[in-house]
């Protein structure tokens, strides 16, 4: 395997754990009375930016069955289950239902569920960066 | 029906369109400028990052009619011929670090990132961890260590 393309598996590794990381800790929906609370990406709350950790190493297993066992999108139930573990270890307790902030208080205002659907912010000139 | 005009991408364009409708739907329904991405119009996803007069913002949370005749957008369709080239140096370094799973948010992603790069570089330094960590543009199949990366590597190819 060139140097490349095993870097960018290794790389494409880092995204499942990201992914594993939101599932675990605070990317939840909350469906009631037949509609999620959560209104965008500020709601549920999936791995942004600054949740990335900042060292990370990922150590691809040699095979030993001759099938695909973990790589790609299987990678992220293996993520999810060494962060829920870390979790567990770290506070001395295991979770058992995720993601762990799920039954706690929202942490967002939800957005009405009923028409008439509010209309997309104006103010996009004051947020020019 | 108001007339509005802007230049996009280097030409001067006109639209016929009512004033409330917001920047992102004219680019991409009635100018068929479909790289800014439509992802929450709430200004919250960022997938539809463009720059106007050189800086990032979101046209999804823009009215038509804020904009000027004079102000300068440009999408990702436009990135390139700002720095002169086929590809701009930040395409050219997400391509290296292959950093596109689906791929919806990354034009959105790489306009952030060039503002963000200009921005740090304007300031005479270099782009820091705290500058990545502001990025707001959501990635929902989790590339963000390679964004991370790219970014590095493309803004070490920008010339101040």
Redesign the interface.
């Known amino acids: 395997m060139a140097d490349g393309a095993a870097r960018?598996v290794g790389?494409?590794h880092?995204?499942?754990?990201?992914?594993g990381l939101?599932q675990v800790l605070s990317y939840g929906l909350h469906l009631e009375k037949g509609a999620y609370l959560e209104?965008?990406?500020?709601n549920a709350f999936?791995?942004?930016?600054?949740n990335?950790p900042?060292e990370?190493d990922v150590i691809v297993m040699p095979t030993t069955t001759g099938v695909p066992g973990g790589a790609g999108e299987f990678g992220v139930g293996t993520s999810m289950a060494a962060v829920a573990c870390a979790y567990g270890r770290a506070n001395g307790k295991m979770p058992t239902s995720f993601p762990i902030n799920h039954d706690g208080p929202l942490g967002f205002e939800p957005l009405p569920t009923v028409p008439p659907i509010p209309?997309?912010?104006?103010?996009?000139?004051d947020?020019?960066? | 029906m108001p007339t509005h005009t802007f230049i996009l991408n280097g030409k001067q364009v006109r639209v016929d369109v009512e004033d409330?409708v917001?920047?992102l739907w004219v680019l991409r329904d009635v100018l068929g400028v479909t790289g800014p991405k439509y992802?929450?119009?709430?200004?919250?996803?960022k997938a539809c990052t463009c720059h106007?007069n050189g800086?990032?913002?979101?046209?999804?949370?823009?009215?038509v009619s804020?904009i000027k005749p004079s102000d300068e957008i440009t999408t990702i369709e436009g990135l390139p011929a700002s720095a002169g080239k086929e590809l701009h140096p930040m395409q050219e370094a997400w391509l290296e670090?292959?950093v596109a799973?689906c791929g919806y948010c990354q034009p959105g992603q790489i306009m952030a990132a060039v503002?963000l790069v200009r921005?740090a570089q304007a300031a005479g330094r270099e782009i820091s961890?705290a500058d990545?960590?502001?990025?707001?543009?959501?990635c929902?199949?989790?590339?963000?260590?390679?964004?991370?990366?790219a970014i590095q590597q493309g803004a070490a190819q920008m010339s101040p």
């Open positions: 960018n790389l494409g880092l995204a499942q754990l990201v992914d939101g209104g965008s990406w500020d999936y791995t942004r930016q600054w990335v900042p990370l209309q997309s912010p104006t103010d996009g000139l947020h020019v960066h | 409330d917001r920047l992802g929450c119009g709430l200004d919250v996803c106007i800086k990032a913002f979101n046209p999804c949370s823009v009215p804020d670090m292959d799973q503002a921005e961890d990545l960590d502001g990025i707001r543009n959501v929902r199949c989790g590339t963000y260590p390679r964004i991370r990366q």
